[in-house]
């Protein structure tokens, strides 16, 4: 047992490697070795907050260079379309 959480460790540190440096694919690496040993139905909060945590420290690494006013004006767009997006669909 302790064996496949070795397994799952290095797994979650060649997807972070392989995130850092091609910035995508991390995910898809790490469900591929976790699922096998905590089920799939476990996998897909474990990803989520293997996913979070890579976000939060992509954010604060690089919180020098993001432009703060586009990103609060990024959530404002989605709303808007799931708006039109409902009366579209509901009339």
């Known amino acids: 047992m302790s064996f496949d959480y070795g397994l799952c460790l290095l797994a979650a540190f060649l997807a972070s490697l392989v995130s850092g440096l091609g910035g995508f694919g991390g995910g898809f690496i ?6 096998p040993v905590v089920g799939p139905k476990a996998v897909i909060p474990i ?5 979070i945590f890579g976000n939060i420290s992509r954010i604060l690494v ?7 006013p586009i990103v609060a ?18 009339g």
């Open 30 to 35: 790490i469900v591929l070795f976790l699922a």
């Open 73 to 90: 004006n990024l959530p404002l767009r989605p709303c808007r379309g799931c708006i039109l997006g409902r009366m579209f669909l509901s």
């Open 47 to 51: 990803v989520a907050a293997y996913a």
């Open 62 to 68: 690089y919180r020098r260079n993001i432009d703060w």
